[in-house]
């Protein structure tokens, strides 16, 4: 006889299509999109007992709905966190992680390489208001240590980092931060929640850009915060419900009804991504690709024990500077030049001229962003296509 078992044991591919579900009375099967800025008591005191959170009911969106309550359920279901909340975009959820956090006073230690937005909020937003922010090589972890003091309260890097791929030892920062009585935030949008598993390497609270491939299709965005129940209830519960970057639920249910099919994306996404940096290694107009599962990778030894796989996306250097690199990208045609990451399109990307623009020449050159260097985020076509795509690419250099 059958025994099934109950949700929390199923395997992740199960837990992305079932996870979380709210189903109304009508018993509907594909989730509900539930449009509504608030929610109707059967009478006052029950608006009171919902109030003092003596009712776990609904109360108003900007709290709390059902649909952004599933793709909080399925991503915790994901990640194996045990809360989560969803925000209007993935900066909206970097933001309050880091944020809701602290006060004037208290000290941040990031690693340099991190997605402009991410930097921003590190480098100019925080100081503003008292927070000073100490910026490190990522990879160099005598520097995390010297970098903190006594008011450190919180470590930020991301893994692999964007655009060049660096990965960082998470469980080592993790030791750092908790040792200095600090917590560990890692933004984990180019692993996916697949790949790699922060909060189980021992950082504190994870992040994402459900934007890039939960949705996978470029539609919309959105983000989430995950952690413990402690640390989401001391540092985002508040500050995000009373702040407001609350997602859409028309956002919340696209990425719902994304997180279906991740798994199979991700993998195939991931199957192509490595026949591509396989073969622009061999090229002769290229002179570096930086994927973290190839063994030429700088930091092999830590992809291969903190991730799953490589990820989506492939970073390489076109022999040359940035005439080359344009007009290599100029000769594609499948392949688009945009810059998103993890869309079932292909996309390409120069760091230097479009993402890490507002930094400068001089921040670019510290975390090794030239101006040959493309970013590629491969996509579901066939990898036939996009090879020959690529080819015409190389032959316009
Ligand atoms: C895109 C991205 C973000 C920001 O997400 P949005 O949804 O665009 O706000 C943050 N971190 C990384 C690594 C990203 O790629």
Redesign the pocket.
């Known amino acids: 006889m059958a025994i099934s078992k109950s949700p929390k044991d199923w395997r992740p591919a199960t837990r992305m299509v079932h996870a979380g579900s709210i189903r109304s009375q009508f018993g509907e099967m594909s989730e509900a999109m539930f449009l509504t800025q608030g929610f109707v008591y059967p009478n006052m005191e029950a608006a009171e007992a919902r109030f003092k959170g003596e009712d776990p009911g609904f109360i108003y969106a900007r709290y709390g709905s059902p649909t952004a309550a599933m793709f909080e359920e399925r991503m915790c279901a994901l990640e194996g966190a045990e809360a989560a909340r969803s925000t209007a975009?993935?900066?909206?959820?970097?933001t309050a992680a880091i944020m809701g956090q602290l006060k004037a006073g208290d000290h941040i230690v990031a690693a340099k390489a991190?997605?402009g937005?991410?930097r921003y909020v590190v480098e100019d937003l925080m100081p503003r208001f008292g927070v000073p922010c100490t910026l490190v090589d990522g990879t160099d972890y005598a520097q995390w240590q010297a970098a903190m003091r006594p008011n450190t309260k919180v470590l930020f890097l991301?893994s692999p980092t964007?655009p060049q791929l660096e990965i960082i030892d998470i469980r080592r920062v993790a030791d750092i931060a908790h040792a200095g009585g600090a917590t560990l935030v890692v933004?984990n949008?180019?692993a996916t929640p697949l790949l790699q598993s922060p909060l189980q390497l021992g950082a504190d609270c994870v992040?994402y850009?459900?934007?890039?491939h939960i949705d996978g299709q470029g539609r919309c965005?959105?983000?989430m915060v995950l952690g413990s129940a402690e640390f989401i209830d001391k540092h985002i519960h508040n500050f995000l419900r009373q702040t407001g970057p609350s997602v859409s639920p028309f956002n919340a249910w696209v990425m719902v009804k994304g997180l279906e099919t991740l798994p199979v994306r991700v993998a195939q996404q991931m199957r192509n991504a490595e026949q591509i940096a396989d073969f622009l290694a061999e090229q002769p107009q290229v002179k570096r690709v930086l994927y973290p599962t190839r063994k030429d990778h700088p930091q092999h030894d830590v992809a291969m024990k903190q991730m799953k796989g490589g990820g989506t996306i492939v970073a390489f250097d076109i022999r040359g500077g940035k005439d080359e690199a344009f007009r290599f990208a100029n000769a594609l045609s499948i392949i688009k030049i945009s810059n998103?990451?993890g869309d079932a399109k292909s996309i390409i990307t120069h760091p230097a001229t479009t993402t890490h623009q507002r930094i400068g020449p001089v921040a670019r050159a510290e975390i090794g962003i030239g101006d040959s260097l493309l970013r590629y985020s491969v996509g579901l076509e066939d990898v036939e296509d996009l090879i020959e795509d690529l080819r015409a690419g190389l032959a316009a250099v």
Request: hydrophobic share 50%; aromatic share 8%; proline share 0%.
């Open positions: 975009s993935g900066m909206a959820a970097v991190l997605f937005s991410c991301e964007n933004d949008v180019f992040v850009s459900a934007t890039k965005l959105a983000g998103n990451i």
